[in-house]
């Protein structure tokens, strides 16, 4: 199979300079383009200086059909309000989009709906394999204890993280509610302060910490009256992340229109 150039939506952030990294680390990839905000002081530059390496010939853009122009596929890790554009680019463009953007609204997860209608679309709160063996653990332990088990989510992430709880522990909450078939945002307590009450049969309960350089970290707890279970997952570095994204690059170019996850990217059954 010929190398894959891959466009980098949100380049210049932490996650967009390890995808840039990973994908420069590989002999089946290629970079083709680097999307930043309009207006960036980055626009124009060689993609290189971001991996602190030699010029390698692609210049930074702010123009999101540019980035998906040039590329077979784009990953996608910028933010929530650039959704809707980057949507109508890889539309316009018809190239097979990765997104690993979290904190999305209502509006915007329509909008990526919408797209995966036209182009492939593979959408993930966290691309990592481990995280998405968690899933589907969940699931299944989920569907395996009744409701006499009562189900916590806690994420601890470090300071910089504006999303709480994060996209990973509100699909780890999901996950559970398809094992269980029940609603999820229904069931959901998203946080909890002040004099709440006792704790309703069948709630998926959540908590968020925030704190120093911490990559993740997410517990899925099973509690009863006399025993607990505990699913745990401890990331330690940024950049699997980053491989799980380009390995979904990889997997879905030449895959048809529609909505794809990292468990159809990794083959996992549930």
Same mark, same amino acid.
């Given at each position: 199979?010929?190398?894959?150039?891959?466009?980098?939506?949100?380049?210049?952030? #932490?996650?967009?300079?390890?995808?840039?990294?990973?994908?420069?680390?590989?002999?089946?990839?290629?970079? &083709? =383009?680097?999307? !930043?905000?309009?207006?960036?002081?980055?626009?124009?530059?060689?993609?290189?200086?971001?991996?602190?390496?030699?010029?390698?010939?692609?210049?930074?853009?702010?123009?999101?059909?540019?980035?998906?122009?040039?590329?077979?596929?784009?990953?996608?890790?910028?933010?929530?309000?650039?959704?809707?554009?980057?949507?109508?680019?890889?539309?316009?463009?018809?190239?097979?989009?990765?997104?690993?953007?979290? *904190?999305?609204?209502?509006?915007?997860?329509?909008?990526? #709906?919408?797209? =995966?209608?036209?182009?492939?679309?593979?959408? &993930?709160?966290?691309?990592?394999? *481990?995280?998405?063996?968690?899933?589907?653990?969940?699931?299944?332990?989920? %569907?395996?204890?009744?409701?006499?088990?009562?189900?916590?989510?806690?994420?601890? +992430? +470090?300071?910089?993280?504006?999303? &709480?709880?994060?996209?990973?522990?509100?699909?780890?909450?999901? &996950?559970?509610? !398809?094992?269980?078939?029940?609603?999820?945002?229904?069931? @959901?307590?998203?946080?909890?302060?002040?004099?709440?009450?006792?704790?309703?049969?069948?709630?998926?309960?959540?908590?968020?910490?925030?704190? *120093? @350089?911490?990559?993740?970290? +997410?517990?899925?707890?099973?509690?009863?009256? *006399?025993? %607990?279970?505990?699913?745990?997952?401890?990331? =330690?570095? %940024?950049?699997?992340? @980053?491989?799980?994204? !380009?390995?979904?690059?990889?997997?879905? #170019?030449?895959?048809?229109?529609?909505?794809?996850?990292?468990?159809?990217?990794?083959?996992?059954?549930?």
């Amino acid at each position: 199979m010929s190398e894959l150039n891959i466009g980098i939506a949100g380049v210049a952030g #932490r996650m967009g300079v390890m995808i840039l990294k990973d994908i420069l680390g590989r002999d089946t990839t290629t970079v &083709a =383009s680097g999307l !930043v905000r309009t207006g960036s002081n980055l626009v124009g530059s060689d993609l290189g200086a971001l991996a602190s390496i030699e010029p390698i010939g692609v210049a930074i853009t702010d123009n999101p059909k540019t980035c998906f122009a040039n590329a077979d596929v784009v990953v996608d890790f910028s933010l929530p309000e650039a959704i809707e554009e980057l949507a109508e680019a890889a539309i316009d463009e018809k190239k097979p989009w990765v997104v690993g953007t979290t *904190g999305l609204s209502k509006k915007e997860e329509a909008i990526l #709906r919408g797209a =995966s209608e036209k182009v492939p679309v593979v959408f &993930a709160s966290n691309m990592s394999l *481990g995280v998405n063996l968690l899933f589907a653990l969940v699931e299944q332990v989920a %569907r395996s204890l009744d409701d006499n088990f009562d189900i916590e989510i806690l994420d601890f +992430h +470090h300071k910089h993280k504006v999303d &709480a709880p994060s996209g990973t522990a509100l699909t780890l909450g999901e &996950a559970a509610a !398809v094992g269980r078939g029940i609603d999820f945002k229904s069931s @959901a307590t998203l946080s909890r302060e002040g004099v709440v009450g006792a704790r309703a049969k069948g709630e998926i309960g959540f908590s968020a910490l925030r704190g *120093g @350089a911490v990559v993740g970290e +997410h517990a899925v707890m099973f509690a009863s009256a *006399g025993e %607990r279970l505990e699913l745990h997952h401890k990331a =330690s570095d %940024r950049s699997i992340y @980053a491989a799980g994204a !380009v390995t979904a690059g990889l997997w879905v #170019r030449d895959k048809p229109t529609g909505m794809y996850s990292m468990k159809d990217v990794l083959g996992i059954k549930t």
